[in-house]
């Protein structure tokens, strides 16, 4: 299970919420995260911090996402990372073909949920592992062989493909082969005294089904001298038993038996050898153990001296017989040689390949045992490792899904795979014996055939063409082919034509797409570079009616519109306006008589407003000049937006040549009326602005308020004549002082520093909060005051304006009104009568002591309550309602002769209250307690009751 927090992924998007979201999600995931903004930070850190994945977003600010995935795959410094294309604006088919052929592992679309992101980065790390193990096992075998120094040779059965190792081919030589020359290459190098003998030694070898083949004989070398060789290779069967791979291995038997022969005299050479040399006494007792002996096994020499070679090494073979069979051997030939398992110092299993051979002094007579024992090892786990790739190609090429043909020299289908059902639609039946050439699209016959006659007069080998062929159903598909002629070895004449042919359709059409897009880009490029031009030329444009005269020429001349109009909206007069347009000769035209009201639209300048894009398009509508139809076409309409609203309309379509719309020209449409919306916004704001500033001084002056205008500074620019009517200066006196000379001296310094703070983070708003704020006149007399505060952005910086209102008179009246209402409120109290005044709503405006008595609180604290809010019983709180609202409604005086109200009885009277209007919005109601009233009526009853029954006889 891979450890995240080792795993390093590259998160690059420019988008800031974006990047964070990614991030977050991994880093809960234990990953470590690195970040980038733009396409060169990321290929910074690809550089310097090697991650294993890439998330990569495709539209970045600087470059391409595409380019910044091919630039990451072409760096050969770093292991390539795995590259996740992740795109909310690329999601169409092409954009995931051209990242995926960009070198993109995988292309997803946003928005993308945590757990699919967490699972495609899974995935694709779990192939980046497969990958760097594959890797890491391939040069570990190619680092193995060079160490090694050995002549290695594999040869595939099934293909005849045949690999050798460079000291092979510096050995032996570097001929090229191919399937036809490998047998003739390896009888004509054997030694013709060895030829036969060791040709049928590995004939038998093979067909006795046996898994290892060895032989010692003469192999001719690159000078042509011969050597004396021992030839070792494994066999590889498949389920059926047959031989498919040879994996050998040359050993020079020259140079290793000469080597034997000086080992008892020259034993100091052991120590500089890179194998394990080991001599032991006849009963494999050690007697000498050199320095490559102690780097394989981890044992010192002085650990092991005298001790068996069994007891140290554990040694282990293959099968049970196998060490009756090489002490045989080694006893009958004096030498051994073969592969066999031992452990070291530390546990570990090696696989050795050991030569033993049989030390004999000069009468012949054998003393002792040396062993020259080398690591295979890492040998045997790449050999596994090509296995386990051979197999994983076995089961791919099982299952092609290629076309596979068969044809005599005539062109004639000799054998059609079954895979034709899915590629062309047939039975392979239905074609065998048929000439493939009428099936070929005319356009591609004579290329399809100058192949074949190429083919025929030995100009090619193999050819790879690119052509189209029929289906069953009519339409054609694109295959791509690669065709082999089979010839005769003996005259070389063309025997038959193999092919192997794929499906490319899809391809074919996502080039064209690809291409289309591309020229498509290229020219809308063009159209963006001209639409800065022609912006450049309007901002210049002071006039509106010129301004909209060369939207409709340049448009026209420069972007290449068969027909465009202008319209605007005046909100003054609640109309849509013509300025120029184009007549049915292309011709720029005054439109200025045409006007009309916004509610009375055609359709395509209603949807266009209505679009989330301000834009719509129809391909197929009629079009009209001066009112009358001119033809049929594609109609185009695009609202003049400035950011937050529609300006007008800027229409399109091609009623002068009929020509269709390319892609390019419909999609700077839109750009060309944003950018007409934005100037007219701004050349419009900038004329009401001239015009508002009249008004504005006008407004000040006319209101009937305090106006004071100060800068930053709190530097006085303008007042009204109601702010020199209030505070008894003239304007000339007011002006560029400072507006604290108009606050009371115990606060002037607290007020600069409110101004100060306001003008950090301004807004509008009333000044003082619930303080009560106070001003001060020219003669020294203070009075309270109301302040509201609003903001003016200008050119020379940010301006503030005050409103100020004399609130003497409304705080005299606000008194004399509280004590008013202290004075009922001491009435009502006094009166032992259930007292509340309620709102159409149902709220308590005002109760007297005894009311509030009977709920346990305060008079103030049912204000804004309801009876819902106090009485726990929902029948009398509903009976209240109802009979509040019968009152209300009816303006009518109602008397209850008795309720209850929590346990009590009370006769209430309930009156409504009326406003100004003579509406009723208030409701009085007056209860009096007549429980004890009740109680004694009760009694009275009941003792009548008592008196009746015994009077009665």
Sequence with gaps: MVDTSKITILNVDDNESGLYTKSRILRRANYRVLEAQTGREALR???????????????????????VCRRIKAMPSVAQPMVLHISAAYIDKTDRVRALEGGADAYISEPIEAEELLANVKALLRLWQAEATIRESEERWAMAIQASGDAIWDCNLMTREVWRSETYLRRFGKEELDGQDVWRYWNERIHPEDRTRVIDSFHAAIADSNTTWSEEYRYRQIDGTYAEILDRATITRN??????????????LGEHKQRERQLRYYASLQENVSDAVIATDMESRIQSWNRAATAIYGWQAVEVMGKTVSEVLQTRYASDELPRREFKELFQQGYWQGEVVQRRKDGMELNILASVTILKDEYEIAYGLVAINHDITAQKQAHEALQLSEARYRLLADNVTDWVTRMNPRGEYIYVSPSTRTVLGYEPEELVGQWGYPFVHPEDQALVQEAHRNGLDHRFSSSLLVYRRQHKDGHYVWLETKTVAICSPETGEVLEFVASARDISERKRAEEILHTKFEEERAFHQYLKTLHEITIELTAIDQLDDFYRCVVELGLERLGFERLGLLFYDAERGLALGTYGTDAQGRVVAEHQLQFNPANLTSILQRALESPEHFTFDAEAQLFSNGELIGVGWN???????????LGWLTADNGVHQRPLSKPLLDILPLYSLTVGTLLGRKQLEAALRKSEEKFRLLVEAAPLAIIISDASGRITLVNHCTEELFGYSGDELMAQSVDLLVPATVRVQHAANRAMDLSAPRMRRMGGEQALYARRKDGHEFPVEIELSYVATSTGLMMMSFILDISERKRAAEALRTQRDFLQLVIDSVPNLIAVKDRAGYFQLANEATAHLYGITPAAMLGKTDADLNPNLDEVAFFRQKDREVL???????????????????????????????????????????????TEEALKQALARNTARLSP
């Excluded at 389920?239 to 020079?252: K, W």
């Excluded at 185009?636 to 529609?646: D, H, I, P, R, Y």
Aim: proline content about 5%; cysteine-free; glycine content about 8%.
């Design 45 to 67: 850190l690809v550089q310097e911090a090697n991650p294993q994945l890439v998330l990569l977003d495709v539209k970045l600010p600087d470059m391409h996402g595409f380019e």
């Design 239 to 252: 389920t059926h038993g047959v031989a498919t791979r040879i994996l050998g291995s040359v050993l020079d």
């Design 636 to 646: 185009a309409a695009a609202a003049l937006w400035n950011g937050q609203q529609s």
């Design 889 to 935: 409604d009816s303006g009518q005086p109602m008397f209850i002769p008795e309720q209850t109200i929590l346990g009590r009885h009370y006769q209430t009277t309930k009156l409504s209250l009326k406003q100004a209007t003579g509406q009723p919005d208030h409701l009085l109601v007056v209860s009096s307690d007549i429980t004890a009233r009740k109680q």
